[in-house]
Every structure is written in structure tokens, then in C-alpha cells.
């Protein structure tokens, strides 16, 4: 088990709850029955019905009839996603925030007294952070930012394993939610569709001498980005879950299915490694086989035949002596087939 448990089970604010009996019925409800159980006052949950509206959800309402949920925004909010999670821990607290700097930064202010599972979800990043001191392109009202707070009890060497387990679930969710699309993932987390980034994943972790502390796990994932937001520096490299699919998708429901994905995947993670996830990594590897290039900080760029993802999350590149080495991190590219 990895949670330090240290929460009120299933944390969900009221305005949530408010929202989940309006989804829940079949045209209108009653003020009168919701505030029967949830122990309120008529005039609480008029308020909690006003904050909704105030964040767009068309709502009409009529005096004998009570409230009825014509439709939601597609904006990733507390009450939207809570309304679709299935989990135990993560997402709950689930904040969500017009605008932050970044959502992996907001995250790791609220963390020090805050228990596993703690989530933070933006519609607009001002200054998102990728891999290796690179941004993050975050616009509003097109992608998912979301950040988890994990306190798994593993070893520090099982950490760098982490990234391609939360890989593998946001490679997941994607196939569930546009089935017959190409996922494939870029040693060590990004996810591509026909050689187009679409999302990326960026761990911080924080430990202390006894071992982990905590781990923040950042995913951008574009959704409904269209071609023409893309800026000129990524528009030939990135693309959107819309892009490729033609059709607009919840952002609520991304991030509740990642969460929902997330959560099983990190139990299995915590307790067997990443064992188990090694079929899967097999299937989406999008380097296997091909020659590779893995620029490192510090260190010469290395190159040779990619060979797999090993158990302890390296990467193998064949050498053409046979012999293989094992990369630990770094920055992989195909290298390009020289040309004729
Ligand atoms: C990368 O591919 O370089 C990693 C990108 C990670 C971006 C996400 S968006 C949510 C979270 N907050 C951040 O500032 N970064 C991560």
C-alpha cells in the first residue's frame, strides 16, 4: 500500500455534490430534495446552484419544479471531474484554477501538509514546464494541466520507473476514449501520434535521506487544440487529440479517466515495479528497432539501435558490436535515414 492515509475518504465539496444530483436527474429535481440529503438548507444549495451557473453550467430553474442541468462547460472544474471519478485517493482534493504559472509549481507549495492523492488542474498555464528546462505550450480553453501528489513507499531507484507507468496510462485512456488511434511512447514519457507529440509527463521528485518524500507527476495532454493555435516552433512536432480525431472532447472526462486509470496502475506499480507494464511498453515503444540518438545533460550524446525498455525503466540501445547500453535518461530522437 503506498498512501500514508491521512485523509476524510472520498473529500468532495458541496458544490460538487450539487452538481452530481443535478447530473443524476432525469429533467428536473427538487431544491427540497437535495437539500434533504445533503442536510442543507433550500438557500445553500440555491447558492451552490448560482456558483455553478457562474462558472457556466446552464441550469434553468423554475419555482415549483426545482432545478434542471441542461448543460456543462467544457472546463476541466472540481465539480465537473469529481463527478466522474471512481477513485479512492487521487483527485481528492481535486483544485482547479482558471490560471497558474504552472500546475506541477502550485502543487508543490500545497504539498508539505497535504496526503497522497492531492490533484491540481489549471485551464491556462502562464508559465508550464516540460522536461529539461523546456516550456510547455498552455493556452486556455483547449488542453488538460493537471498535476498528482504521490508519497509512494518505494525504494528511490523504482522512481525513475514512474514516468513510463503514467505514460502508459495516459496511452490507455487515449485508446479508450478515440479507439483505433496510434499511441505510441517516446522513451522516456512523451506520447506521440504519427510521430506528433500530443502529451508529455514531467515527475518531480522530492527525498529526504530515509527515502521518498514525495513525487509530483505534471501531465500536459493536448485535446482540443486546433492546428491554427499551434505555434510556429511546435507546428510541425505537436498535435492534439482533436487533430487527429476531428472531433471536440471533455477535458473533464480526460482528466477523470486519467485519474481513474491512474490510480490501479500506481498500486500495481508501487507493490510489483514496472514488471507488469513491460507488454504494454513493448506495444507502444515507438523507438523499438529504430536508430536513435539520446542527448543527456552533461554527458556525450549516445547513439545506437533502440532495443526495448528494460525492467529498471532504461533504455537499450544496441551497439553494432552487439553489445547494448543502458540509458538511464536523456532526450531520444530517431535519427533520420541519411538521404540518398
Ligand atoms: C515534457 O514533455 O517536457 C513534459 C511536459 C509536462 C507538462 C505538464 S502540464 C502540467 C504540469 N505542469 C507543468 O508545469 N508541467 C506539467
Not at 492515509?5 to 436527474?25: D, E, H, I, N, Y
Not at 492531492?118 to 522536461?131: E, S
Not at 507502444?284 to 545506437?304: C, I, P, S, Y
Amino acid at each position: 500500500m503506498c498512501a500514508r492515509p491521512k485523509r476524510a475518504p472520498f473529500a468532495v465539496s458541496t458544490t460538487a455534490q450539487v452538481l452530481g444530483f443535478l447530473r443524476g436527474a432525469d429533467g428536473y429535481i427538487s431544491g427540497q430534495m437535495i437539500s434533504e440529503k445533503l442536510g442543507l438548507s433550500r438557500v445553500a444549495i440555491w447558492k451552490h446552484v448560482k456558483t455553478l451557473q457562474a462558472q457556466g453550467c446552464h441550469i434553468e430553474t423554475c419555482r415549483h419544479r426545482g432545478y434542471h442541468l441542461i448543460g456543462v462547460p467544457d472546463m476541466p472544474t472540481e465539480e465537473a471531474v469529481v463527478a466522474q471519478l471512481q477513485t479512492r485517493a487521487l483527485g481528492r482534493p481535486l483544485l482547479f484554477f482558471r490560471e497558474v504559472d504552472s500546475t506541477n509549481r502550485q502543487l508543490a507549495k500545497r504539498a508539505t501538509d497535504s496526503a497522497e492523492g492531492l490533484t491540481l488542474v489549471a485551464d491556462h498555464q502562464t508559465a508550464g514546464r516540460g522536461r529539461m528546462g523546456r516550456a510547455w505550450f498552455s493556452p486556455a480553453g483547449a488542453n488538460v494541466y493537471l498535476s498528482v501528489l504521490l508519497r509512494p513507499a518505494v525504494s528511490l531507484a523504482q522512481i525513475p520507473t514512474l514516468p513510463l507507468v503514467v505514460g502508459c496510462v495516459v496511452a490507455s485512456t487515449l485508446e479508450n476514449m478515440a479507439p483505433r488511434l496510434p499511441v505510441k511512447l517516446k522513451w522516456p514519457n512523451d506520447l506521440h501520434i504519427h510521430g506528433k507529440k500530443l502529451s508529455g509527463i514531467l515527475c518531480e521528485l522530492t527525498a529526504e535521506t530515509d527515502g521518498v518524500q514525495q513525487v509530483i507527476v505534471g501531465i500536459g495532454l493536448n485535446v482540443n487544440l486546433n492546428r491554427g493555435q499551434l505555434p510556429r516552433a511546435i507546428h510541425q512536432s505537436a498535435t492534439s487529440l482533436r487533430i487527429e480525431t476531428r472531433r471536440a472532447y471533455s477535458r473533464a472526462e480526460v482528466v477523470a479517466e486519467i485519474l481513474n486509470q491512474l490510480e490501479p496502475a500506481y498500486h500495481r506499480w508501487c507493490a510489483e515495479g514496472l514488471k507488469p507494464f513491460l507488454p504494454q511498453l513493448a506495444t507502444l515503444d515507438l523507438l523499438k528497432g529504430r536508430a536513435t540518438r539520446v542527448e543527456q545533460t552533461g554527458r556525450q550524446a549516445v547513439e545506437g539501435i533502440a532495443d526495448g525498455i528494460g525492467e529498471d525503466g532504461t533504455l537499450q540501445l544496441r551497439q553494432p558490436d552487439g553489445s547494448h547500453l543502458f540509458i538511464c535518461s536523456g532526450d531520444a530522437h530517431v535519427i533520420p535515414p541519411a538521404a540518398e
